[in-house]
Nanobody
């Protein structure tokens, strides 16, 4: 497994932008896909975006399509989530996750970073 650490969360006004970063360390050669999830108080964890580590194909949840962009820097073992036109409903703890080759689901998780969008 890999170790993941998120950064870049904070407080922003509606309509603003934030960029989250997720630095991976450890067995990064085993990673097939990395993603972002979020969980708001009292709600289920929600898929936000994912990117294939090799090839770079991207995937987005419906609620963030057109506003969020996931990208990666393989040399830095870092994944980014650029969040634009933020809305109060984007308020949540954002988690970075990694899925190893052969794994059926994301099997490594970061501790999370808080994003708060004020109206």
């Amino acid at each position: 497994q890999v170790q993941l650490v998120e950064s870049g969360g904070g407080l922003v006004q509606a309509g603003g932008s934030l960029r989250l970063s997720c630095a991976a360390s450890g067995r990064t050669s085993s990673v097939a896909r990395m993603g972002w999830f979020r969980q708001a108080p009292g709600k289920e964890r929600e898929f936000v975006a994912a990117i294939n580590w090799s090839g770079g194909s991207t995937y987005y949840g419906d609620s963030v399509k057109g506003r969020f962009t996931i990208s990666r820097d393989n040399a830095k073992n870092t994944v980014y989530l650029q969040m634009n036109n933020l809305k109060p409903e984007d308020t949540a703890v954002y988690y970075c996750a990694a899925r190893d080759y052969g794994a059926s689901s994301f099997n490594s998780w970061g501790p999370g970073t808080q994003v708060t969008v004020s109206s």
